[in-house]
């Protein structure tokens, strides 16, 4: 018997959890997933109705999957340990799970984001507060809307981790027939075109808001993949990951899709709303307002220039009018298109 824990019922750890549920059916495999909701109501909707109306509507959730509100019961035992809560909360629920970690407990990243005040990617938070080594950390990324999948469309992602195995065997566990995973060993590369495209899908959303057309979104998205590129690869990143599916497979569904929050934040913007109206309007969290200005101060440490990045959050701290943002990316100075 396999226990595998997913903390955190929104609508994107709430589709994970079903599509280890639904692997699990098809392989045959001795399968418990254990999912931890924050809240004791959302728990005990999961467990009576088998669906979670707040986040997936009337999405059937298959009976192998059991919920509960209390952090340490939902990690005890668990051999797989899937992360699926806001970036800037993750640190405070690790001290839980690390008092009842498993002692070989793979950790799995399911977060696009950076943590502020450190500058931390994700799988460095876990392994800091945790004391894991790289060999036991995954992530999970790729051009995953969370009501398509639980749905049961098809689509791809990437589980990467710095261990061929691990990240093998992860994705075993989550492969059935409308989620098809691949593996590579680029977790870093894998991590930051998560986090930035949503700081891109938010400029897009700003171009939504402000009725531009598509030639100003693609020009958005296609400069934005280069900002992207450049920061990955000075931090180690690599290349190829970029033209696959964590990088502009994930980009494009972001920027493109009205599912995603970040580009609806985005519009909201756009539309004139502040940054503390579009959240209040938002009923999850977009991580690319949050995250941006950690993604902006971390490539200036490595001194990466990220204009759009740097245009979106200044847009979000009310340092730049909305309606600028268009005209100030397109005022830079003359250079090759590679550069």
């Excluded at 929104?10 to 999912?35: N, P, Q």
């Excluded at 220039?305 to 730049?320: G, S, T």
Aim: charged residues 20%.
């Amino acid at each position: 018997m396999t226990t595998i824990a997913v903390l955190g019922a929104g609508s994107w750890g709430t589709t994970f959890a079903k599509v280890l549920a639904d692997a699990a059916v098809l392989g045959g495999h001795e399968t418990t997933v254990r999912l931890w909701a924050r809240r004791a109501e959302a728990a005990a909707e999961i467990n009576e109705s088998h669906t979670n109306t707040t986040y997936l509507g009337e999405t059937a959730l298959p009976e192998i999957i059991t919920a509960t509100s209390d952090l340490a019961e939902a990690v005890q035992g668990a051999e797989v340990i899937v992360l699926a809560v806001p970036a800037q909360s993750l640190r405070s629920h690790l001290s839980v799970v690390r008092e009842n970690l498993h002692d070989s407990a793979v950790l799995v990243s399911l977060i696009k984001g950076l943590e502020r005040g450190t500058d931390l990617r994700m799988s460095e938070v876990i392994e800091e507060e945790l004391g894991v080594g790289p060999d036991r950390t995954v992530v999970i990324s790729g051009p995953n809307l969370a009501m398509e999948i639980a749905r049961e469309e098809p689509t791809a992602s990437v589980v990467a981790c710095a261990d061929e195995l691990v990240a093998e065997h992860v994705a075993a566990l989550c492969n059935n027939q409308y989620f098809r995973p691949y593996t590579n060993t680029d977790v870093t590369g894998v991590e930051i075109a998560g986090i930035v495209k949503n700081v891109i899908a938010l400029a897009v959303g700003i171009c939504d808001g402000q009725k531009l057309g598509d030639n100003s979104k693609a020009s958005v998205i296609t400069r934005g993949l280069a900002e992207t590129t450049r920061l990955a690869t000075v931090l180690g990143g690599q290349l190829e990951t970029f033209s696959g599916l964590a990088g502009l497979g994930d980009l494009v569904a972001t920027c493109a899709s009205p599912l995603s929050r970040n580009r609806t934040a985005g519009r909201l913007l756009g539309e004139g709303l502040t940054a503390e109206q579009a959240t209040e309007r938002l009923s999850q969290t977009a991580e690319g307002m949050k995250s941006g200005s950690a993604v902006v101060e971390l490539a200036r440490q490595h001194q990466i220039e990220m204009p759009i990045c740097e245009a979106v959050v200044a847009v979000l701290e009310d340092k730049l009018p909305v309606d600028r943002l268009a005209s100030l990316l397109l005022a830079r100075d003359l250079k090759a298109e590679g550069k």
